[in-house]
């Protein structure tokens, strides 16, 4: 499994626009990240997808976007896995 979410943060942080990424499990524990991201967001992410989850219960999870000035945080679970993506805008 380690070396498939290993591939899969690497195919993501390859994409353009984004500089970082992270997966937790589900008790918030950082599985793995790459690029400038602190480990601690892992149990932030976690958090925040739950509350989304309790916003919008139709939404099988939704997906949580936030902005801040040219840079962005896209929060997403997938069964068992929330990522924790930073994009950043081109100037």
Do not use: H, W
Not at 68 to 76: A, D, E, H, L, P
Request: charged share 20%; aromatic share 4%.
């Amino acid at each position: 499994m380690e070396q498939s979410l290993e591939k899969v943060l690497n195919d993501i942080v390859s994409a353009p626009e984004t500089t970082a990424c992270l997966f937790a499990n589900k008790q918030g524990l950082c599985l793995c990240t790459k690029g400038k991201i602190s480990s601690e967001m892992a149990g932030i992410g976690i958090a925040i997808s739950e509350q989304a989850c309790k916003l919008e219960p139709n939404l099988n999870p939704p997906t949580i976007c936030m902005y801040s000035g040219n840079r962005r945080c896209i929060i997403q679970k997938d069964g068992e896995i929330t990522g924790v993506l930073y994009k950043q805008s081109p100037n």
